[in-house]
């Protein structure tokens, strides 16, 4: 056998001691890019609530796979509550998503909780994407509506690793049924229409200006509420008063007064809360009656009044809070007297020109 020329075994050495530090780097640089691949994404504005029994998927995964769809970070922000309770023959899911100052609720039905954690992930996801090209999520899904996996299927881990984005992309293009896309008719299906609502509240109030002194009342009014817009009717009851207007405090009147009001709004949301003006038209009556003198008489008077304001909301699903502050300009108020025994008339007192109004409270939405 003929032995290798002398220094071909050292040239060997010298190609493999070089080849080692490439195969080294480049090793490094695909940990260092599945390192960086792993890393969850934690600027899309997503505010997500997860309640779930014990062995489902916890919010971790929902938003992961959420994160999975979504690639533009500029996305619509989305608060979500999502609920998952253990029925006969599965799990249902309720989940609540606010885009807005709209708050849709969908409920539905799966074998599996890990299929309802996937099916979170792809309806927050088109969601937090509602404002680009992708068909908007249904107007609503029945309770009968139901994911179900194929018989055979095992139950997939719950780490959401399942469902390749492949598929999750697909479902997210797929067009939707006709019926599920909230369009009007002659509308484009994929038009995104705001929900009418109807609100209702009773809620303490506060006025200034129209009685002698500080008021107090019960204010309660039902709104109509589409997209930014409130249009509605108010009515309020305050509390008597009976000033007295002598020196030894035995003369003076008793004064009731009920309002009544149409307004309208125009609300900007800021994330949970949602600011805005109001412009409102307003009846008062009032019912002056004496007490104390000779000739005591009994005056009931009505008058409009128009005025402006600013209303405040904070909604957290079908019950929420509201604030309201308003000025109202009195058209024609009249001067309050009572008539005595030699039928002088006696001017007790003339309401002020400028009345201020202030109600917080409570407001239930419908549906």
């Known amino acids: 056998m003929e032995e290798p020329p002398l220094g071909s075994e050292a040239s060997a050495t010298v190609r493999r001691v070089k080849v080692l530090p490439q195969a080294i780097a480049l090793v490094g640089i695909l940990c260092l890019s599945t390192s960086a691949l792993a890393v969850p994404r934690s600027d899309l504005p997503l505010e997500l609530t997860w309640s779930v029994p014990a062995g489902c998927p916890d919010s971790g995964v929902v938003r992961s796979g959420v994160e999975r769809i979504v690639k533009d970070t500029r996305a619509t922000p989305v608060m979500a509550d999502g ?52 068909p908007p999520p249904p107007a609503s899904i029945e309770r009968d509506d139901v994911l179900a996996l194929e018989p055979g299927v095992d139950e997939p881990p719950s780490n959401g690793a399942h469902a390749p984005a492949a598929r999750r992309e697909e479902q997210r293009r797929a067009p939707r049924p006709e019926h599920s896309t ?44 589409h997209g930014r817009f409130r249009a509605g009717v108010s009515g309020s009851v305050w509390l008597r008063q009976r000033p007295t207007f002598d020196g030894d405090g035995r003369a003076g009147a008793a004064f009731d007064m009920l309002q009544g009001a149409l307004f309208g709004c125009f609300m900007s949301p800021l994330w949970r809360l949602a600011l805005g003006p109001c412009a409102n038209g307003q009846v008062s009556y009032v019912v002056v009656e004496g007490f104390g003198i000779r000739m005591p008489q009994r005056q009931a008077t009505l008058w409009p009044s128009v005025g402006a304001g600013l209303l405040g909301e904070w909604s957290f699903g079908r019950v929420g809070l509201f604030a309201r502050a308003d000025l109202a300009a009195a058209l024609g108020a009249p001067s309050f007297a009572l008539m005595t025994r030699a039928a002088d008339g006696t001017s007790l007192y003339d309401p002020s020109g400028i009345v201020s109004r202030f109600v917080v409270g409570a407001e239930i939405v419908i549906p």
Do not use: N, Y
Request: with cysteine; charged share 25%.
């Open 83 to 134: 609920r998952i309770v253990a029925v006969e023959g599965g799990f249902k899911l309720e989940l609540s998503m606010r885009v807005e100052d709209v708050t849709e609720t969908r409920t539905v039905k799966a074998p599996l909780c890990a299929t309802l954690a996937d099916a979170s992930a792809v309806l927050i996801a088109l969601a937090l994407d509602s404002k680009k090209d992708a």
């Open 182 to 225: 909230g369009a009007r008719p002659g509308e484009q299906p994929g038009a995104r229409r705001s929900a009418l609502q109807f609100g209702l509240a009773l809620a303490p109030a506060l006025e200034l200006g129209t009685l002698p002194r500080a008021s107090a009342g019960l204010w309660s009014h039902g709104v109509l509420r």
